[in-house]
């Protein structure tokens, strides 16, 4: 990973690539290139953005076409504890924005630090960030309290829908684009729907289906006991 930052240090203008659940550490390493004094741009190619995520530092800086004449790609697939990890072994300084932006991603990779893997060493890099500046109150706002109208809808239609199968153990959700575009959502707003299914007396795992391409499985999402 010290390639990873030499390769940075060497570059005159930086393109970094990434999807949207990597679009918190896309925004702390863009934080921290500019600091470099280098023309960086960020690229999303998801169609639609979370805006959920939109209080990111940077994010309207956020363009959905790759640059042809950036000299070195950063093709970002790599957690934000993670990343975290590389700005302190690198005695990379922690600034406010990229703080604010590695705390949202590690409140949403850990699900709202309820996953089963949370354990001492990531709230020590919470209470980093922390006191670091991060905007720890805005972050736990948009991401796990803010809810749209078309995240209800989406929903409404999901539970409408839903199945039970293996003896009440699986709860099987089907979607279509067409239900994505008629209540302006994304895949990520299915989430809602099959987390609540797991509340359920029975079930131990929630599935997402794709009508489109044959019931093709999307997202399956187990209970932690």
Not at 103 to 115: I, T, V
């Amino acid at each position: 990973m010290n390639n990873f930052l030499d390769e940075i240090a060497k570059a005159k203008y930086i393109l970094i690539v990434a999807d949207v659940q990597n679009l918190p550490g896309a925004s702390a390493l863009y934080t921290h290139i500019l600091r470099l004094h280098k023309k960086v741009s960020l690229v999303c190619e998801a169609t639609t953005l979370d805006k959920r995520l939109s209080f990111l530092p940077w994010f309207d800086k956020i363009k959905s076409t790759k640059i042809s004449s950036a000299d070195f790609i950063i093709e970002l697939d790599i957690s934000c504890f993670e990343l975290f990890n590389i700005f302190n072994n690198n005695n990379i300084k922690i600034n406010t924005k990229m703080a604010t932006a590695l705390y949202s991603g590690l409140l949403q990779e850990s699900n709202g630090f309820l996953n089963s893997n949370v354990n001492g060493t990531f709230f020590a890099s919470i209470e980093q960030l922390i006191e670091c500046g991060a905007d720890y109150k805005t972050c736990n706002n948009f991401i796990m309290k803010r809810t749209t109208l078309a995240a209800l809808r989406l929903k409404a239609i999901m539970l409408q829908n839903m199945l039970l199968q293996n003896n009440s153990k699986a709860a099987v959700f089907c979607i279509s684009n067409d239900d994505l575009k008629s209540t302006g959502t994304t895949l990520k707003d299915c989430s809602e729907a099959l987390d609540e299914a797991l509340k359920l007396p029975y079930v131990e795992q929630s599935v997402l289906l794709d009508t489109d391409n044959e019931n093709e499985i999307l997202k399956i999402i187990v209970k932690e006991i």
